[in-house]
């Protein structure tokens, strides 16, 4: 229990030293940029929404490509008819051994459920797909997701929840992504050939334009300068001696144990499909996925 008190004043601590590297903001401009088709996209104040009409979907990006912390915004997906269209929310490094840590929110037809999937690439190679359903209606309200990153693991969190853990077993000679700066992305398109109940349903056009709308922007990570190769943005966003990161504490090494009792319940409750569990298409079950075994 003394260990539990005095956390909150080691982090302070912590806080004060990580000054350098720290980017936090709510105001999309500071953080982002159109990537694609600025003009399908609508700032109202501190909201914006994407459009995706017949013409086009439209794209964001970070300015800054980041290694470790954490990534949030809010996110209100397309309301009524949404079949179709896909809005994306991921962090991803650039080149042919890319790595990339996933949300994909699969549109339904109006008051069928959304569909959230899941992945991550490491090395180039994703094929790491979950899907689930969520515990409210994520077209009525704004709600949180998150992507968090340390040397141990990367957390997938909706509201705070974690829904999803990729954890690092380099130890057990599985390569885990912590050598390449990511970008924050987000994007939404039309993907009907295979988004809704695999592609069946087509995008209604008819029902265009798709709204996807962003707020509550925050990036709490190590800048990576790009001018610096990979391995010194690699010491420069690790602890070492004074300096000292959130993300390397103990306490974000793994999932608490009350985290860890809402990840088993989002599994139970919300997991429609897990890679890990899909024998028809892995025979031998993939390496990382024996540590999902509780
Ligand atoms: C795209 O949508 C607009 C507005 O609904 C319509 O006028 C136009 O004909 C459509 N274009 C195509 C190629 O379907
Ligand atoms: C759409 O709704 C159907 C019927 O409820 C459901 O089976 C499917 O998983 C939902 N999501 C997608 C993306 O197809």
Redesign the pocket.
């Known amino acids: 229990m003394a260990v539990l008190f005095r956390m909150p004043v080691v982090l302070g601590l912590f806080v004060g030293v990580m000054v350098l590297g720290l980017a936090s903001s709510a105001k999309f401009d500071e953080l982002f940029q159109p990537g694609w088709a600025p003009d399908h996209f609508i700032f109202e104040g501190e909201q914006l929404n994407l459009k995706l ?3 086009s979907g439209a794209g964001f990006a970070s300015k800054s490509k980041y290694l470790f912390g954490k990534v949030s915004m809010q996110i209100k997906l397309v309301e009524g008819d949404s079949a179709g269209t896909v809005t994306a929310y991921y962090m991803s490094s650039d080149g042919p051994n890319h790595n990339e840590f996933d949300f994909e929110f699969l549109g339904n037809t109006s008051g069928e459920p959304y569909l959230v999937q899941t992945n991550v690439y490491v090395n180039g190679v994703g094929n790491r797909e979950q899907r689930m359903n969520l515990w409210f209606d994520p077209t009525k309200d704004f709600h949180t997701y998150s992507i968090r990153w340390t040397q141990r693991q990367v957390v997938f969190l909706v509201d705070e929840t974690p829904v999803r853990v990729h954890t690092n077993m380099e130890h057990k000679g599985i390569p885990f992504p912590k050598d390449q700066a990511m970008g924050v992305y987000s994007s939404i398109w039309n993907a009907d050939d295979w988004a809704t109940q695999g592609g069946l349903v087509k995008t209604d ?1 008819s029902h ?1 334009p798709f709204i996807a709308s962003y707020k509550g922007f925050e990036i709490d990570a190590c800048e990576a300068a790009v001018s610096v190769s990979a391995d010194d943005n690699a010491k420069k966003c690790s602890s070492s001696g004074e300096k000292r990161f959130w993300w390397d504490e103990p306490t974000f090494s793994e999932l608490s144990l009350h985290q860890n009792h809402q990840l088993l319940w989002v599994r139970a409750n919300h997991l429609v499909y897990d890679y890990c569990s899909d024998t028809a298409r892995f025979p031998v079950m993939p390496v990382e996925c024996e540590h999902h075994r509780h």
């Open positions: 009409d017949n013409s056009w265009a």
